[in-house]
């Protein structure tokens, strides 16, 4: 008779576990394989946190910011392989009930069972985890290469292991395994024996049983409620029978979609008094097509002008996310009645091959997994997102920076604050930006271009203007505009007298461009009225902080004009030979925020620093694409073991029937071919459904968000980088393909060998 745990001998009790290791590790190699490439990449990404990590990136920057913001991201997404540790755990210990229910007949406690199964799994996981340090090692330089390449330095490879992240990767590994393992021997001590020999013939219930389709219908309809009522609202305000036909069907399907979807769901309702899989069929449809209308709506608005709003796209955007999660939802039950139906009806496809054996073994899973097999496509489709958003919004901060400091300091004002004209011409008159010149000086930089100008109204009525959005453009000397356009290198401009030219910043958007200049072939000042140059469009890089509040655009003026204008603002921009080191712009920061307030009263000085800047920019885009590509690789990983241990699981139940094929004289290679085809469906449904709908949601945003990504990025550039993102995904859906194909065949073939 088995004695209770705290009876049997140590030396015993360390003896059965490690033999039950040893002997589960095949069993539960795709588990160990998952937890290794997992603690590779949290020991890879963690370690650029560790006090001995010194790369060489230069004086100008300062990585020290980077260690609490990686170690919370990291340690935030990190929690996500609870959810891996806990659903492997119940897997293997699904595995293994029967076999404790078959002990536990034989006269051992649950107790014993319990903590030799949490002895096995803390082995086991411990074991990867260590082999998963040494391959974080290596991992960790290709991390380290990223972000010296964020800073613009090179790097060469080399193998190096820091001490304190290898103590933290294990300490947190250990603690989930603790926390996981603790919780599930109670649990298993709470099982009772018929439960435990039994446990492998449990499924998640039948569709047609839960309330997943009745709410989810429920709230769809309801999000369709919101569709009709915001379509119904652009075609009152925003509609135009001279519209091109394009754009009418745009309206109109975005409007009528959603109502035939609501009217046909009630109709369908009353007259068969139940939910369907005709009616999922009518939804799926319906959901799609109103996905397809919805992504119209960015690339009409821009194309046609329609001047609908940034809003419309993002409600648009949220419209066609909210379509494409319901078609995932009720995608799976569909397919499963899809082919019931195709089974049902064509006989000839139903007898053809081994099709009858393959609709089985489909059939007999794909009704009862749907909860499983929807949350799996939703989980890759949002890691999907996430891998294609890492380059559009890395992209777009790391351009925009290029933009927004252009110059090593810039030192600006502007006069909201003021209330009346004397007391702005008073603020202007006292603003000294010169102390930073002696504060360089005294940090050893003396070899610099500065320039020191003003921007003005162009009329003195200008100055009332106060609303948002309505603020009036400024005007800038013709000499001061070719000094800072020349300390970027850009070749100085020419303008006639009477003539006068628009500086625009790179976010603005062309039709904002045009439809202003069209309005705008003629300036008023208080110098008299000034024709537009005919190379009146101006493009150049001078930075955001030169613009009036609100405003995009900047008048250039000739100096004989100018000078007769009303100031509002003073501005100092400096561009030094080396970039300035951290520690000194810092001190130059702290030294001018004690004059200039930029909260302070009357005129608003704020100085900005390239340095600075760049560092703050840097490590945030370091951590958004290092924190984003972690979780994406994560939930690829968690999704492509769930569908392989799914399939791993299944497979001792299929050993039966394909003995059964075995016998009725099918060849091995067709056996092989139908694993193939199995494991296929099971990893295919999923991955493209969440990779179409992914793709749909890239789509939209690149339509809505041309100007930017024009601006900052260049599609080029995201396209290529998008590629490379779906290179990544093909790959590890490869190798788990693979891994899993191989598994299965093995215990199959191992069971038909056994019945020979």
């Not at 007259?271 to 369907?276: C, D, E, N, P, V």
């Not at 569909?334 to 053809?352: C, D, G, H, P, T």
Request: proline fraction near 2%.
């Amino acid at each position: 008779m088995f004695l209770p745990c705290w009876e049997v001998d140590r030396v015993l009790f360390i003896k059965i576990m490690l033999r039950n290791t040893r002997r589960s590790v095949k069993d539960y190699l795709v588990y160990m394989v998952t937890l290794a490439l997992c603690s590779a990449m949290f020991y890879a990404f963690l370690s650029i946190t560790s006090r001995y990590y010194r790369p060489d990136i230069g004086a100008e920057f300062n990585i020290a910011v980077l260690s609490d913001g990686m170690k919370l991201a990291i340690g935030m997404i990190t929690l996500l392989i609870l959810f891996l540790v806990r659903y492997v755990n119940q897997f293997m210990l699904l595995r293994r009930q029967k076999e404790f229910g078959i002990q536990t007949v034989m006269g051992m406690e649950l107790k014993t069972m319990a903590w030799l199964f949490f002895g096995e799994t803390f082995l086991m996981g411990m074991a990867a985890v260590a082999a998963g340090i040494f391959l974080g090692a290596a991992l960790s330089q290709f991390i380290t290469a990223m972000l010296v390449n964020t800073y613009g330095k090179s790097y060469e490879l080399t193998m190096t292991f820091f001490p304190d992240t290898v103590m933290l990767t294990l300490v947190f590994f250990a603690v989930f395994f603790a926390v996981i393992g603790i919780f599930q021997v109670r649990e298993i001590q709470k099982l009772k024996v018929i439960d435990l020999l039994y446990a492998d013939r449990k499924n998640e219930g039948s569709f047609r049983k839960s309330r997943w389709y009745k709410i989810t219908c429920f709230l769809y309809l309801a999000a369709c409620v919101w569709m009709v009522s915001t379509g119904g609202r652009k075609i009152i305000y925003y509609y135009d029978a001279r519209y091109p036909l394009p754009v009418r069907i745009m309206f109109w399907g975005n409007a009528l979609v959603p109502a035939l979807i609501l009217l046909g769901s009630v109709l369908w309702l009353l007259l068969k008094r139940k939910i369907s899989s005709g009616l999922f069929g009518f939804l799926l449809a319906g959901s799609l097509s109103a996905a397809v209308f919805a992504s119209l709506v960015p690339s009409m608005n821009m194309k046609y002008y329609l001047n609908m709003g940034r809003g419309t796209d993002n409600n648009y955007m949220m419209f066609m996310l909210m379509d494409i999660i319901f078609a995932v939802s009720i995608l799976f039950f569909f397919i499963s009645s899809f082919l019931i139906f195709v089974k049902e009806r064509f006989i000839s496809v139903r007898y053809r091959g081994e099709n009858l054996f393959f609709f089985g073994q489909i059939l007999s899973k794909l009704k009862t997994s749907y909860k499983t097999m929807t949350l799996t496509c939703l989980t890759l489709m949002f890691a999907v997102g996430l891998f294609v958003a890492v380059p559009f919004l890395s992209g777009w901060a790391t351009g925009y920076l290029k933009v927004r400091v252009p110059y090593d300091i810039q030192m600006y004002s502007n006069y909201p604050r003021t209330q009346t004209r004397e007391e702005l011409e008073t603020a202007i008159l006292s603003a000294d930006y010169s102390f930073v010149e002696d504060l360089l000086l005294e940090e050893g930089i003396s070899d610099f271009d500065i320039c020191t100008f003003y921007t003005s109204f162009p009329e003195k009525g200008d100055f009332e203007k106060r609303i948002k959005y309505e603020f009036p453009v400024t005007a800038i000397s013709l000499s001061d505009y070719n000094h800072i356009t020349g300390m970027l290198g850009i070749a100085p401009l020419e303008l006639e007298e009477g003539t006068f030219a628009v500086q625009w910043a790179e976010r603005a958007e062309e039709s904002a461009v045009k439809e202003f200049m069209q309005e705008h072939q003629t300036l008023k000042t208080d110098a008299g009225t000034l024709t537009l140059s005919e190379k009146g469009i101006l493009l150049a890089g001078v930075g955001e902080y030169i613009y009036n509040s609100y405003v995009d655009a900047l008048y250039v003026v000739p100096d004989s004009v100018f000078s007769r204008l009303t100031p509002c603002s003073v501005n100092r921009f400096i561009k030094t030979e080396n970039p300035i080191p951290y520690d000194a712009a810092k001190r130059i920061e702290k030294e001018f925020l004690k004059r200039y307030s930029e909260d302070g009263e009357g005129l608003r000085c704020g100085i900005r620093l390239s340095t600075l800047e760049t560092n703050e920019v840097l490590w945030t885009t370091f951590i958004l694409r290092a924190g984003m590509t972690y979780a994406a690789v994560v939930l690829f990983i968690i999704c492509f073991t769930v569908l392989s241990l799914q399939q791993l699981s299944e497979a001792g139940a299929y050993t039966i029937r394909f003995s059964l094929l075995y016998k009725l004289g099918v060849e091995r290679k067709k056996r092989s071919r139908l694993i193939v085809r199995q494991i296929g469906i099971w990893f295919g449904l999923p991955v493209l459904s969440a990779v179409l709908g992914a793709l749909g949601f890239t789509f939209y945003l690149f339509h809505t968000y041309t100007a930017e990504i024009n601006a900052y990025i260049g599609f080029e550039t995201l396209l290529g980088q998008t590629g490379v993102i779906l290179a990544v995904l093909v790959v590890l859906l490869f190798c788990y393909f693979i891994s899993t194909w191989l598994l299965f065949k093995r215990i199959v073939e191992n069971a038909v060998g056994r019945d020979c």
